[in-house]
């Protein structure tokens, strides 16, 4: 099919790449001249594993082209795939300007049957209103509206893009919706079909509920912790029900991310503009924000002052195996530290230099030098695989505060160090 993809981020590269590796003919439309330049000389222009090999491959096959000219992009697809930003803004809903410009863009070029398929986060409503201000431009013959939300993950873009959990596409035609269905037709997982809105929504309840499960669990992390309990025990006891299930049961400094937070909030605004007032929601993202303040507070009890002390922090990206740091519970933390008097010295594996300034030292090693404490704030792998007795003769005090809990407390405590973490006392430490 011949397909054009609209932005060229996470979630509009990583499946104009797929879809080109499957023999679709595709052109991915970006405004941003910088990005198509390094994209055309097969450069990726963010952090995701596996990405670069597939860029490689299908630009070798000359399955997919990319372009900042409109016109081109637009004549092409018989399939829009609209993957646009759609960042917050201070009220907590999302700005629409690039998707409002694709669609004044797409009603200027519909001179043959387009399907436009929405893959950006929109709040309900939005692709109901898209099908009626397409329809005021143009003769409604010529097109059809799917919503079909992206579920990828960063980090594993690929494996999520290739084997997703499920499928869902909202429409008004069904043969819009099946002509998405055999778009993906490499895809082997179960499609739930529903309304335009319906579809929407399930992308939001789904980010939501899962901003709502690390809130939980962080929740009883605390309560864990202070009744000297090891919080993983409790989450696989409880993740063992299938009702609740063993997945993003992960205490630590809470979710970050550009999906998780903006979710919440679009989420909320869009109840309230409704006239209904959710409790639960906004409780899920004071919760977010409230641990971070607590690991600050630990930090703080257990150095006496931040003032003057030199911490070195590891990871900086909001999760591993991304160089995003957008809303990064990391940088939350190296802020809120730095406010009370702390100097801070930081290193990530990827992300080289964050829009706050921070710079990544060469090494973690090379943050250490004089440290009063030591942080993990991302649970990158290489923090996991340290030689801890390194680290302890290179900082000054001991003190390794684990805030995602991954540690293995056994060989941080051989090396002399005291290792600390919210909600992972051991058996044997609940028993003195
Ligand atoms: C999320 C959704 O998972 C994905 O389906 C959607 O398409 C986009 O938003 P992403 O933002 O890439 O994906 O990251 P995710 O892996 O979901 O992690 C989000 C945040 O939650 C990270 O900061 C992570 O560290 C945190 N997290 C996750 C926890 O703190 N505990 C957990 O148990 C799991």
Redesign the pocket.
């Known amino acids: 099919m011949k397909v054009t993809t609209i932005g060229a981020g996470y979630v509009g590269l990583t499946t104009s790449c797929v879809l080109a590796d499957h023999g679709h003919k595709v052109i991915c439309l970006d405004v941003d001249q910088v990005k198509i330049s390094k994209l055309e000389r097969g450069e990726v222009p963010f952090f995701e594993p596996g990405l670069q090999e597939l860029l490689d491959r299908v630009l070798k096959k000359g399955t997919l082209t990319f372009t900042d000219d409109r016109k081109t992009a637009y004549y092409h697809g018989e399939i829009i795939i609209i993957a646009v930003g759609t960042p917050p803004q201070i009220d907590g809903s999302p700005d629409l300007r690039f998707l409002k410009t694709a669609l004044t863009d797409i009603s200027e070029h519909l001179s043959s049957h387009k399907t436009i398929v929405t893959k950006s986060t929109v709040p309900p409503g939005t692709n109901k209103w898209i099908e009626s201000e397409l329809a005021q431009k143009a003769d409604r013959k010529l097109f059809d509206v799917v919503s079909n939300p ?6 594993t873009a690929l494996e999520d893009t290739l084997n997703p959990d499920r499928m869902v596409a909202g429409g008004n035609s069904a043969e819009a919706v099946a002509r998405v269905k055999e778009l993906f037709s490499f895809v082997s997982a179960p499609w739930f079909t529903t309304s335009l809105t319906g579809a929407e929504m399930i992308k939001y309840a ?2 939501v509920f ?1 901003a709502a ?2 809130s939980f ?1 962080n929740e009883i992390a605390a309560i864990c912790d202070a009744y000297h309990v090891n919080v993983e025990d409790v989450a696989r006891g409880i993740g063992a029900d299938p009702r609740i299930g063993p ?14 937070p903006k979710d919440l909030s679009a989420l909320i605004y869009a109840a309230k503009s409704k006239g209904i007032n959710p409790k639960l929601l906004p409780a899920a993202g004071e919760v977010n924000d409230s641990v971070t303040k607590s690991y600050v507070q630990r930090l703080e009890l257990l150095l006496g002052t931040l003032r003057q002390k030199r911490i070195a922090v590891w990871g900086l990206s ?2 591993p195996d ?1 160089d995003d740091t957008r809303y990064s ?1 990391a940088l939350t933390f190296i802020r809120k530290i730095q406010e009370k008097g702390a100097e801070v010295l930081a290193h990530d594996p990827v992300v080289k230099e964050t829009s706050e300034g921070i710079i990544s030292q060469p090494d973690p090693y090379s943050v250490l030098t004089d440290a009063d404490a030591l942080v993990l704030a991302t649970e990158w792998s290489v923090f996991k695989q340290a030689d801890w007795g390194r680290v302890s003769r290179m900082m000054k005090g001991k003190i390794v505060l684990d805030c995602r809990n991954v540690l293995n407390t056994g060989e941080v405590a051989a090396a002399g160090l005291d290792y600390h973490a919210i909600g992972r006392y051991q058996r044997e430490q609940e028993a003195q």
């Not at 205490?251 to 998780?260: A, E, F, I, Q, R």
């Open positions: 992206e579920f990828l993950k960063e980090g789904s980010n899962l499960k690390i669990i997945a993003f049961l992960r205490p630590g400094l809470g979710y970050g991310g550009s999906c998780l909001f999760k991304t519970p």
